[in-house]
Nanobody, 123 residues
Framework: QVQLVESGGGLVQAGGSLRLSCAAS????????VGWFRQAPGKEREFVAA????????YYADSVKGRFTISRVNTNNAVYLQLNSLKPEDTAVYYC????????????????WGQGTQVTVSS
């Protein structure tokens, strides 16, 4: 069992940056791949980024490549998402999720989800 809690969301102007954190509980956290998803009002939840259990492999949605960076520190049971060059269309609730494999996280729904943190980008 893994429990996930997101933080770091907020209101930022277009072009600005935010750093989201995902704090995990559970002794086996380091065995899981972790990803970030987002859901904008009126839209379906979409994949944003994922990182393998070791941190050696990362995957990104085309819409965020070059702007967002996912990282993890297993000794802290934490995963981060650095959001740079934010755009109004990045406005959404961002969710942290854990799964067995990072590579297919954009296809196969993760096992565990956090409650989400709101990111709002003003123009």
């Amino acid at each position: 069992q893994v429990q996930l809690v997101e933080s770091g969301g907020g209101l930022v102007q277009a072009g600005g940056s935010l750093r989201l954190s995902c704090a995990a509980s559970g002794r086996t956290f380091s065995r899981y791949a972790v990803g970030w998803f987002r859901q904008a009002p009126g839209k379906e939840r979409e994949f944003v980024a994922a990182i393998s259990w070791s941190g050696g492999n990362t995957y990104y949605a085309d819409s965020v490549k070059g702007r967002f960076t996912i990282s993890r520190v297993n000794t802290n049971n934490a995963v981060y998402l650095q959001l740079n060059s934010l755009k109004p269309e990045d406005t959404a609730v961002y969710y942290c999720a854990a799964s067995t494999t990072a590579q297919t996280m954009n296809i196969i729904p993760p096992l565990y989800w956090g409650q989400g943190t709101q990111v709002t980008v003003s123009s």
